[in-house]
Nanobody, 121 residues
Framework: DVQLQASGGGLVQTGGSLRLSCAAS????????IGWFRQAPGKERQGVAC????????YVTDSLKDRFTISSDTTKNTVYLQMNSLKPEDTAVYSC??????????????WGQGTLVTVSS
């Protein structure tokens, strides 16, 4: 049973940093694609980043790649989203999702609950 647990959100000032964690159970993060999404109030969900360790691929959406990085730790079976130089417009609920059957960042169908990030101005 694929399960994902996101954590690490909170309140941070503009310019600060946060590291979000997505802990996986029921599967190995190295064998599956896992991505981060965010949804701000009143806005559509946006894809943020994805990692497919088995395919040796990491993606961060162009508008965020100078501030956000995605990584994974096999020993902790966890995927991280490091967010630096945070801005108020980064305020959103951040969720992680996995491809339960393989390594495609286009088939992230198993979702964990979100974690709220609030950036104060």
């Amino acid at each position: 049973d694929v399960q994902l647990q996101a954590s690490g959100g909170g309140l941070v000032q503009t310019g600060g940093s946060l590291r979000l964690s997505c802990a996986a159970s029921g599967f190995t993060v190295d064998d599956h694609a896992i991505g981060w999404f965010r949804q701000a109030p009143g806005k559509e969900r946006q894809g943020v980043a994805c990692i497919s360790r088995k395919e040796r691929r990491e993606y961060v959406t162009d508008s965020l790649k100078d501030r956000f990085t995605i990584s994974s730790d096999t020993t902790k079976n966890t995927v991280y989203l490091q967010m630096n130089s945070l801005k108020p417009e980064d305020t959103a609920v951040y969720s992680c999702a996995a491809d339960p059957y393989g390594t495609s960042c286009l088939q992230l169908d198993s979702w964990g609950q979100g974690t709220l990030v609030t950036v104060s101005s």
